[in-house]
């Protein structure tokens, strides 16, 4: 859905329920989950259904020249994700996505799936009573799940126990991509954005970077739990 609504710029940067229900009606925040320069990720809430749902919503504002380096110059179908999540292996499903643009800027709204994300268990990984197995499944999972995006064509450039989630099966799940990470276009430069701490040093450098950041990302998380 792409609309020009000049009125919701004059918002702050955060996601406001004034803002949220302009562009979905119905809903309105529940909490903020995590902060990430990829865009916060919220807790939203159904309220006009008489068991209101809960669902995930990345929200991000971005210049328009940010995006138009992300996607070189070439605007695709919302975020260009949309496609990408449909019955795609191990990432988290989109339910709905929002681009709202003026001129100068862009409001990004992707909505996913609600469940929890990896951050939540790492208490119980840090006092070692998380089995080695599911160490292994979750390196397996994200690892299926970084294939298929790698082969698509995209880097996440933002991994980290905040962007793992785990669904009701028990199964890992790659979500909350970096809005304005990069597609893998020879030569071309990656921004500075992903989560400080498990970002690739040539990230931080500014070099050229390639789907080998995220592998580094991975890394850095499988080692911390």
Known sequence: MQTTTDHLFQSESSLTNELLGSVMPGWETVRIVSASPQGDLYLIRNIRKNTPSESLLQ???????????????????????????KDAPNLVPLQDCHIIRNREECLC????????????????????????????KAALDICRALIFCHDAGVIHMGISPASIFIDPSGNYRLGYFDLLGKTLVSGSSIPKRGSISYVAPEQFSGRDCSSAVDVYSLGLVLYQI
Do not use: H, W, Y
């Open 109 to 136: 709204f992707l909505q996913m799936k609600n469940m929890p994300a990896l951050q939540s268990i790492l208490p119980a990984c840090e006092a070692g009573t998380v089995p080695e197995s599911e160490v292994f």
């Open 59 to 85: 929200f991000a504002r971005v210049t328009m020249r940010e995006l138009s380096d992300r996607f070189e110059g070439a605007f695709p179908d919302p975020v260009g994700l949309t496609d990408l999540f």
